[in-house]
């Protein structure tokens, strides 16, 4: 087997699912489309180099740019051409007549997630996100959301009355089929205690959020409120492990909150969203700051650090283990995975021209300013996982 990419022709055709351009330009080629089998497979027969490719977080194009990739398309029932007008909140766009826009809400955690497993079961919703009212508030109206925040009674309704919530789109490929879908959701929110809210009905609201979901073009505006963000969050998992990671993120993000070191958005704020009819989750713990504030400058190393720990103890991934810093400490907590990647870096990009700051190159952890009870915390929570050239430990106290 050579770099070359021969072992990927059969029968004297040559196989593509991705064309790959190394760093040193040799082209890589993988997959069956251009085969003519009259089947597909995203790898071909023989061995696979996707996880390479694509690898934990990704090399962010350091192993090699694609130039061709074969991709999973989903059926969209609306109009080939949305008519829009618009950017962000001035959006406008028609939206069209077998796609409905809705906002679900249960009273509490259990009633959501059993809702949410149906919702993916019943194969109801093109899209689902779980993003709080006051996440909504906080992008619409973000001078609003200030004076909101001081409302005792009306952080109550939104910290606990509306606070187990998922926004659903769904479309259908006719009349018929988009009516039994609101009827199956409107059943599964009945049978848990819930209500769902038709925006579509609200003509100018679903006409501005309709594309900025679709197309998620409203990220943009997270930035509004204080001028950064930062987003935390674990390797993309079940929808229970999920929620789990947002209530753990609310629970420090309350804490920094009241500190003064991230601004008000309530603490619950994860963006949220199913794949593949519930096959797996994703959660996005948001916080967002003022990088003109000395405060929130010096809470970004503790925070980062306290999402890392909450991550390691969940047995959860934290993305942030692209970080040069968290990779040295995390490696060994991972099969050392490290030097596989300095293994593999090795043999695609021998010269080394592309940055390998995302993978490889780690340094150590400055820790000289975060509380050293926290720093403390971390060191021993790493070692109580850490593997050794000989193995894993052989006593994690599990």
């Not at 969209?76 to 766009?93: A, N, Q, Y």
């Not at 910290?159 to 018929?176: C, H, P, W």
Request: aromatic fraction near 12%; include cysteine.
């Amino acid at each position: 087997m050579g770099w070359d990419g021969s072992y990927m022709s059969y029968s004297g055709r040559n196989v593509l699912g991705v064309e790959w351009v190394l760093p040193d330009g040799e082209v890589l080629k993988l997959g069956t489309p251009g085969s003519d089998a009259g089947w597909f497979c995203g790898d071909g027969p023989g061995p696979s180099l996707r996880g390479i490719m694509r690898g934990s977080t990704g090399a962010l194009s350091g192993l090699g740019i694609f130039t061709r990739c074969a991709v999973k398309l989903f059926n969209w029932p609306g109009p080939p051409d949305m008519e829009i007008e618009g950017l962000l909140l001035d959006l406008k766009s028609l939206v069209p007549e077998n796609l409905r826009f809705t906002m679900c809400f249960f009273p509490d955690r259990k009633r959501l997630d059993d809702a949410v497993y149906k919702i993916g079961e019943y194969e109801l919703a093109y899209l689902m996100t779980r993003t709080s009212v006051a996440a909504f508030t906080y992008i619409a109206a973000p001078h609003l959301m200030k004076k909101v925040a001081e409302s005792k009674a009306i952080r109550q309704v939104l910290e606990r009355d509306l606070k187990y919530s998922a926004t659903v789109i769904m479309a259908g490929n006719s009349a018929g089929e988009i009516a039994y879908k609101e009827k199956v959701l409107r059943r599964i929110a009945l049978d848990g205690g819930g209500f769902v809210v038709d925006v579509t009905g609200a003509k100018p609201v679903a006409a501005m959020f309709l594309m900025n979901f679709l197309r998620s073009t409203a990220v943009p505006v997270v930035f509004r409120m204080g001028g950064q963000f930062f987003t935390a969050l674990d390797r993309n998992e079940s929808w229970d492990t999920q929620m789990n990671w947002a209530d753990a993120g609310e629970r420090i993000k309350k804490k920094w909150i009241k500190k003064g070191g991230i601004l008000d958005d309530m603490g619950d704020n994860p963006f949220m969203a199913l794949y593949e009819d519930n096959t797996w989750a994703h959660c996005e713990e948001i916080f967002q700051y003022d990088a003109r504030d000395p405060e929130h400058l010096a809470s970004l190393l503790p925070i980062f650090i306290e999402f890392s720990i909450e991550a390691i103890e969940q047995c959860m991934e934290p993305l942030s283990s692209t970080d040069a810093r968290l990779r040295k400490v995390i490696s060994p907590l991972m099969g050392n995975y490290t030097g596989w990647q300095k293994k593999i870096s090795a043999d695609l990009d021998e010269g080394r021209v592309a940055d390998t700051g995302m993978y490889c190159d780690e340094v150590d952890f400055d820790f000289s300013s975060v509380d050293a009870e926290l720093a403390r915390r971390f060191d021993e929570l790493a070692g109580k996982f850490r593997w050794t050239e000989f193995g894993p430990p052989q006593d994690t106290g599990r």
